[in-house]
């Protein structure tokens, strides 16, 4: 059975009304902004979302000086039952939770990646 569905990747960015744009026009999807610190590209085959990030510094290409800034958001109906399932799993939770409809967790190599209430 699965835990989550709905997998949306996240991408960090220093303006994200102009870099979900720049992908909505490329796929012919529409443009949703939530705030200006978190905006979708949307259409009927998926969902990029773009969060602003302060002092924002683009990924070093091939190198990993500085690494791939993106992360994964997987729908729940609810929090509570999902934590208890993914810590199962061998996630852990992050110290810092910035929200009340999401909670963070890192995979077990490190990566964040988000629980939020569908």
């Not at 683009?58 to 109906?77: N, R």
């Amino acid at each position: 059975m699965a835990i989550a569905r709905n997998p949306n990747l996240c991408i960090d960015c220093p303006d994200p009304v102009a870099l979900a744009t720049f992908y909505a026009d490329l796929l012919g999807w529409e443009v949703k902004v939530n705030d200006s610190e978190w905006v979708e590209a949307q259409g009927k085959d998926g969902n990029i979302a773009f969060q602003a990030v302060e002092n924002y510094r683009a990924p070093e290409w091939p190198g990993q000086d500085i690494p791939q800034q993106t992360h994964l958001d997987f729908d729940v109906d609810d929090l509570d039952v999902g934590e208890k399932a993914v810590l199962e799993l061998g996630a852990t939770k992050a110290d810092h939770q910035p929200g009340t409809t999401f909670r963070v967790f890192l995979d077990p190599a490190g990566h964040p990646f988000c629980l939020c209430q569908a």
